[in-house]
């Protein structure tokens, strides 16, 4: 098996060795790849073996051809392609291999990426937003295809209708929040409303086309019933303003949300949830019977906090993050039981206010492995729990 | 000085093609691109990448990013060029060359 070898800054000058014969293995890796030198007098096809079918019938491999004195880069070799991907040469005379990896940036550094510390189906770092004017309008989804994006259309709104204010302008960009130590983040701000039973805030979603509206079953998860259980969210933010016009930190506020009712939904997490509960880190749901876990825990807006939510029947949990005001780091997680749902649809904002650095969504039971490294990720990004001046100043 | 176009991997095999290098050069920021160098000179040379001001720390310059390539087979490769490596006046990442005789480069995106 050829080992990855990591280009960086102090150069990589590439060790290639021999082709021990015409069979070999690489680890998949999005960001890794095969180079293949052929010093020999003739030509060598590599061959990638694709594993798989599609319609009974078995993918065809991949042929490469190097011709003699030439080289070939071959990759990315995605986990599509198995835990390992094997290679075939058509002979070893002549050839020689690497296995080649580009680090992602934030590895160079010692830390890595938001997308890279967990098996994520979406995953969205506010680093990435694309702005107009200050706001956010797209936060790229860097491990699947779902952005971001404005929440336009039409949604009833606790006796008003957003449409009437739609498309709802982007969260105002940070680009670095003492929230969160400096990382970019983003604030939904209130903006002015008529005839609202409560105030709207500026949002983002993953579930719209930019068209139609989050309520619109075309644009969930899995249309038209959402990602069954198990699943899991993990968000890095922070409480913002209050969801009560002239109201204080006391009253509800969620930073991550969703709404629709019909055939289940997704985890609303936040603080005191509307109607419901102390003011402690809650997560609950509004689909077919109000459920909730709540921590131990008493949120604040002086907190930038991780939460992590596992949504898995009696297997639920959730969890939080937090560092107290002399800076120690601290993890409650509560487990509990929440109903049958599946997640349809998540937003941000709306009938919320949060600061939010970075979300994701994973598919399947979380790997504790990969918890751990967005608490350790995370932790960085955490100050000590203290009163900051709302953002921008 | 010339902007150098990233040449993307495939799984169907990149044959890279490789430039003349210039004294200097420069590329769009993107975490998938490294630069390859070649060299086939007798002499060794210096590629540097320029470390814009953006990353200054506690008032001073952080040093520019410097790898020596070997004479006559030296090949290097340097990356990810992260946007950190920006110059936030031209949004590009700027690579200096000690010498430019017998050099060649490639931008390679995976």
Not at chain 1, 90 to 101: D, E, L, N, P
Not at chain 1, 268 to 293: D, H, Y
Not at chain 2, 69 to 87: N, S, V
Request: charged share 15%; net charge negative; with cysteine.
């Amino acid at each position: 098996m050829l080992a990855y070898q990591p280009i960086g800054y102090v150069g990589y000058d590439g060790t290639f060795t021999p082709a021990p014969g015409t069979d070999d293995t690489v680890p998949t890796d999005t960001r890794g790849f095969l180079w293949v030198k052929n010093t020999g007098g003739v030509s060598r096809t590599v061959t990638v073996t694709v594993p798989g079918t599609s319609f009974s019938q078995p993918l065809p491999d991949v042929a490469i051809n190097v011709p003699a004195g030439t080289e070939t880069l071959i990759g990315p070799l995605p986990p599509g392609l198995g835990a390992l991907v094997s290679v075939n040469y058509s002979s070893a005379a002549g050839i020689s291999a690497a296995a080649v990896r580009l680090p992602f940036a934030g590895e160079t550094l010692g830390f890595p990426d938001w997308v890279d510390l967990a098996d994520w189906e979406h995953s969205w770092d506010m680093a990435h937003a694309q702005l107009v004017d200050g706001r956010a309008v797209n936060v790229t989804d860097r491990s699947g295809n779902r952005p971001l994006r404005l929440m336009p259309g039409e949604a009833p709104l606790l006796g008003a209708d957003i449409d009437i204010y739609g498309p709802l302008p982007g969260p105002i960009w940070l680009p670095s929040s003492p929230r969160f130590n400096g990382r970019p983040a983003l604030v939904c701000d209130r903006f002015p409303t008529v005839g609202s039973a409560f105030p709207l805030f500026a949002g983002l979603t993953p579930n719209t086309d930019g068209v139609t509206g989050t309520e619109d079953s075309d644009n969930f998860f899995n249309a038209p019933n959402g990602y069954p259980q198990p699943y899991w969210v993990a968000v890095l933010g922070r409480i913002g303003l209050p969801d009560a016009v002239g109201g204080t930190d006391e009253d509800p506020a969620g930073i991550w949300d969703a709404q629709h009712g019909d055939v289940g939904t997704g985890p609303t997490i936040g603080r005191k949830i509307v109607g419901i509960g102390a003011p402690n880190w809650q997560v609950s749901n509004f689909g077919p019977g109000l459920v909730l876990i709540t921590a131990a825990h008493t949120a604040t807006a002086n907190e930038t906090v991780l939460v992590l939510c596992c949504v898995n029947g009696a297997s639920s949990f959730l969890e939080v993050t937090w560092r107290d005001a002399a800076g120690t780091l601290l993890t409650l997680r509560q487990t509990g039981t929440l109903l049958a749902w599946n997640y349809l649809e998540c937003f941000a904002g709306w009938v919320h206010g949060p600061y939010l650095s970075a979300a994701g969504i994973g598919l399947g039971v979380p790997d504790e492995a990969d918890l751990d490294l967005i608490r350790a990720w995370s932790a960085r990004w955490i100050p000590p729990a203290r009163s900051l001046p709302s953002e921008p100043s | 000085m010339a902007l150098l176009a990233p040449q993307q991997i495939k799984i169907t095999g990149l044959a890279p093609v490789l430039a003349a290098a210039n004294a200097a050069d420069t590329v769009a920021p993107d975490d998938r691109v490294f630069l390859l160098y070649r060299n086939t000179n007798a002499a060794t040379r210096n590629i540097t990448v320029v470390t814009p001001t953006k990353l200054d720390q506690y008032g001073q310059a952080l040093p520019d990013i410097v790898v020596t390539i070997a004479a006559t087979t030296g090949e290097e490769r340097i990356g990810p060029m992260t946007q950190d490596l920006a110059d936030p006046s031209t949004g590009l990442i700027t690579v200096n060359l000690s010498a430019t005789t017998d050099v060649t480069v490639a931008a390679i995106r995976i």
